[in-house]
């Protein structure tokens, strides 16, 4: 069979053949790592064409462990009056909640949480089916790291001031 394009191969490509050709299996633990990197991504928002296929894996990773310690995994998916995004969002205010009060717990404790979840990234993951614990950790980092961005901000826009009034 012929092809038309060139195919090039990078020199560099024999280095890492040795350990190629024995190439560890994916485990639930690589593909959360893989799945944090997606979500925390601030770069143009989350890529949900690999997204999904990652938390599937994930999931049935986590089944199989599950079958072989006669343990379940729950699940939950917005198909049952919204749980996911509700779950996610209860997570993302804690973090939020959580990364705020430690320098500001006035501030934690006279927003609502509606207030709260106002300066958190939003549950987007709509149609997709989350092994509850992950969507839950997704929630609480997304919101501590929000938390933490407002803290910068705020301490940023009270430096920028008090630099205007001197």
């Given at each position: 069979?012929?092809?038309?394009?060139?195919?090039?191969?990078?020199?560099?490509?024999?280095?890492?053949?040795?350990?190629?050709?024995?190439?560890?299996?994916?485990?639930?633990?690589?593909?959360?790592?893989?799945?944090?990197?997606?979500?925390?991504?601030?770069?143009?928002?989350?890529?949900?064409d690999v997204l999904r296929p990652l938390v599937k894996a994930y999931s049935e990773l986590l089944i199989a462990e599950?079958?072989?310690?006669?343990?379940?995994?729950?699940?939950?998916?917005?198909?049952?009056?919204?749980?996911?995004?509700?779950?996610?969002?209860?997570?993302?205010?804690?973090?939020?909640?959580?990364?705020?009060?430690?320098?500001?717990?006035?501030?934690?404790?006279?927003?609502?949480?509606?207030?709260?979840?106002?300066?958190?990234?939003?549950?987007?993951?709509?149609?997709?089916?989350?092994?509850?614990?992950?969507?839950?950790?997704?929630?609480?980092?997304?919101?501590?790291?929000?938390?933490?961005?407002?803290?910068?901000m705020s301490e940023y826009f009270a430096a920028h001031r008090e630099d205007s009034h001197v």
């Open positions: 069979m012929s092809n038309n394009k060139k195919i090039k191969i990078d020199p560099g490509l024999r280095l890492m053949a040795g350990t190629m050709l024995t190439p560890d299996a994916p485990t639930p633990e690589s593909l959360k790592e893989a799945i944090f990197g997606l979500v925390l991504n601030d770069d143009g928002g989350v890529n949900f599950a079958e072989e310690s006669d343990t379940e995994v729950d699940f939950v998916s917005d198909a049952d009056d919204y749980a996911a995004e509700k779950l996610y969002r209860e997570f993302a205010i804690k973090g939020w909640r959580q990364a705020v009060g430690a320098k500001h717990p006035e501030a934690t404790k006279s927003r609502s949480d509606e207030e709260v979840y106002e300066g958190c990234s939003w549950y987007e993951y709509g149609k997709m089916t989350w092994p509850t614990q992950l969507i839950a950790e997704v929630g609480y980092v997304l919101g501590y790291r929000d938390g933490r961005n407002a803290i910068a």
